[in-house]
């Protein structure tokens, strides 16, 4: 079988547990690229932290960020796809998460500028407290004070969200997101959809919540019908719960020796951890 397209999830796949992208992953991917497969990052990463990550590897890769909500060019910052939010679910899912106790997080794109500019952000949240750490809690407060100058206060957050909001998300213990995202699909079944994750720079569970159908599978599956490239002919690699779409619906789907037990049940094979360069080896059987 000849493989035209390669999606690559980053946390867990892409880089060690030491969050390095290894030389002999960069080259790997390289050679896929000299080969003619379109390689795709695809991550619950924001466009900010794996922008980095693409510029580095020297080639021409677009990145599905968050999830599968947004989708970017790289080299111009172009947006190729965005999920829409309807008005009314950021407002019902906004008054879940506060009758919860939890602060909601709500991210726009910020299409053409990057971190560097004075001007850029990426979230609202809905009070000064929240970005001083103050209101932000024990489980934000660890992501506020990484994150927080990349984020704006919308005072009325909750009751009139600004409208290019594309995703979402609060944290918690693993326990008290689960009760979340039940809660959202007990008050609007097949409204959203969310993920209970855990990201490896914090000690929380992340909910994130998106539009149902966004996920990492629907965004690639967009860009390789802009390319005239089958399902059939995707390989889709990753280690969390949020790879387990893509792995299941590509032409060949493939888990990490890391990967939960989940993911490794929905894969085709398994690859070496990311410790020890799986991609390496993904890349030798797509060339063979």
Avoid at 100 to 110: A, E, K, N, T
Avoid at 259 to 286: N, Q, Y
Wanted: hydrophobic share 40%; aromatic share 8%.
């Amino acid at each position: 079988m000849q493989y035209k397209l390669l999606a690559v999830d980053i946390d867990g796949t892409l880089v060690n547990s030491r969050d390095e992208l290894t030389e002999p992953t960069r080259e790997a991917l390289r050679r896929a690229a000299a080969a003619g497969i379109r390689v795709v990052l695809a991550t619950g990463r924001r466009y900010r932290r794996s922008r980095p990550l693409v510029e580095s590897l020297g080639i021409d890769a677009p990145l599905v960020t968050a999830s599968g909500t947004l989708v970017k060019n790289p080299t111009d910052h172009g947006t190729l796809y965005k999920a829409e939010f309807r008005h009314e679910h950021i407002i019902l899912a906004s008054r879940l998460m506060d009758r919860f106790g939890y602060q909601p997080i709500w991210f726009i794109d910020r299409d053409g500028v990057g971190p560097r500019d004075k001007e850029y952000f990426e979230f609202y949240c809905s009070c000064p407290e929240v970005l001083t750490g103050e209101a932000a809690g024990p489980d934000l407060g660890q992501y506020i004070a990484s994150n927080g100058r990349y984020g704006r206060v919308w005072p009325d957050l909750i009751e009139n969200p600004p409208a290019e909001i594309y995703t979402g998300f609060t944290m918690g213990s693993f326990d008290q997101m689960t009760e979340l995202a039940a809660a959202l699909e007990e008050e609007a079944s097949g409204v959203y959809h969310t993920h209970v994750i855990r990201s490896p720079k914090y000690v929380p569970f992340l909910c994130e919540i998106s539009p149902a159908g966004a996920t990492k599978w629907s965004a690639i599956h967009r860009l390789a019908s802009n390319w005239g490239i089958d399902d059939s002919s995707i390989c889709a690699v990753g280690d969390d719960v949020n790879d387990i779409a893509m792995i299941r619906a590509s032409g060949l789907g493939v888990a990490m020796e890391n990967a939960l037990p989940a993911v490794k049940e929905a894969a085709d094979r398994i690859a070496p951890g990311h410790d020890h360069d799986g991609l390496v080896k993904v890349v030798e059987w797509l060339l063979c």
